[in-house]
């Protein structure tokens, strides 16, 4: 993994601690974890097959910074909104499913696409500006109650792609669709086994339960947008082919646990 990753890191985490140091603000640290489906160049889009056929696993830590904590004076952002931090990890295989593959099966373009395969290993860390909708100190102070949220932010992520076919060489015509063969994006061709840095915008939406007076439960939907298309190793050229015009995408599913530093 490039060293300017583990630089960010360190960078994010000891800010996030130096401004907690000098304050009173208050800190919490979690664990997360479910199921990822990453949105690309596989298979038919919005189909159910693909999406569940895609879908990998992830997780991750993260750190929150609490403004409400030890604050008499209140205001409308301390009382609903955190900065969180967080390093996560995902991996999915990925096949073709849908129409391509099931119509004219034994056709050589569907046992082309069944044939291909890839591996998509995803680090990221980022952090993210976390809203609730009522007061943190509400939620804090009332063990059982829910506190649903909104969050947004960006990530840098570090991916590693692998994809090869069963069927032998990806280079070969008759072995890989000729959309793919194309060269594309500075690419020899519409696949690529490599690894790289890239951005990523991110959304969630999500509710906290209050397990006890330090301790919260976690259940968010999120939604990763990256600023490449190579993340699942397929990228034919969009001049040409149009209908292959989105980045890669994920949607995480995640349940997470939460606890309160002391302050």
Known sequence: MPKHLFITLFSLFGISTAAVAQSDLAQEIGIFAGPVTLQSDFGQRNNFKNNA????????????????????????????????????????????????????????????????????????????????FIKIHDFENSVGSLSPYLSAGFMASYYSTKIGSRLGDLTLPGITPGKYLTPSDGRAHGFSAEDGVVLAATGALGVHYKLTTMSDLMFETRFVMYNSDWIDGLNPNKEIYKENKSNDWQVWFNFGYIIYLEY
């Open 53 to 132: 056929g895609n879908t990998g696993f992830g997780f991750g830590v993260a750190h929150w910074i609490n403004f409400s904590a030890n604050n008499n004076r209140e205001s409308f952002f301390t009382e609903h909104f955190k900065v969180r931090s967080e390093l996560s990890f995902s991996k999915t295989d990925l096949n073709h499913f849908g129409k391509w593959v099931e119509e004219k099966p034994n056709g050589l373009f569907a046992q082309q696409l069944r044939a291909m395969d890839a591996s998509s290993t995803i680090v990221g860390i980022g952090s993210q500006l976390e809203f609730s």
